[in-house]
T-cell receptor
């Protein structure tokens, strides 16, 4: 009955480095959503993936950000050449099926700090 | 059109009192409205949710009131307890958009003993 697992919980990177955030959905869940929470702000949708497919990436910045959800293994959110403005908490959520009424279960997030 | 506006930003309530958080939306295509509770250092957890064809939904001490014509909905926490102190987010989603959540800005609730 493990919930959504995100790692690492905290990640520190220097400007220009790459950040790789991992999300293992709940067992039986094949839909993954990534959200970003900036300090003192609400959560902003970034991307929605189903196994091996990106369904909706309308919230992803056009450059430096990418996401994948391979057939085997966790979903990965990758940020290349990080900048100070990327400092935020990144949350992953998973659901069993697609649809508004399908509950999204959130992980405890990865706190990314850029030096 | 994609925004959900939430107020107040922060709220202090005495133990036993009623906490009320309000949200408003513009896009009438939204068809599902959940509320999430978030404790410091944790991810949001689904609290209660409502569809726009229902005017009220109650689960324990938590009630959602929904006014479709005004495009507003609110969360009421009855008999508020110190353990309810957390940040609350309203959200909205559309079935045909895969269920991605559009969140309000959040309300930090503090319940004083």
């Amino acid at each position: 009955n493990a919930g959504v697992m995100q790692n690492p919980r905290h990640l520190v990177r220097r400007r220009g480095q790459e950040a790789r955030l991992r999300c293992s959905p709940m067992k039986g869940h094949s839909h993954v959503y990534w959200y970003r929470q900036l300090p003192e702000e609400g959560l902003k949708f970034m991307v929605y993936l189903q196994k091996e497919n990106i369904i909706d990436e309308s919230g992803m910045p056009k450059e430096r950000f990418s996401a994948e959800f391979p057939k085997e293994g966790p979903s990965i959110l990758r940020i290349q050449q990080v900048v100070r403005g990327d400092s935020a908490a990144y949350f992953c959520a998973s659901s069993r099926r697609q649809g508004a009424e399908q509950p999204q279960h959130f992980g405890d997030g990865t706190r990314l700090s850029i030096l | 059109q994609q925004q959900v506006k939430q107020s107040p930003q922060s709220l202090i309530v005495q133990k036993g009192g009623i906490s009320i958080i309000n949200c408003a939306y513009e896009n009438t295509a939204f068809d599902y409205f959940p509320w999430y509770q978030q404790f410091p250092g944790k991810g949001p957890a689904l609290l209660i949710a409502i569809r726009p064809d229902v005017s009220e939904k109650k689960e324990g001490r938590f009630t959602i009131s929904f006014n479709k014509s005004a495009k507003q909905f609110s969360l009421h926490i009855m008999d508020s307890q110190p353990g309810d102190s957390a940040t609350y987010f309203c959200a909205a989603s559309m079935d045909h958009k895969g269920g991605k959540l559009i969140f309000g800005q959040g309300t930090e609730l503090s319940v004083k003993p």
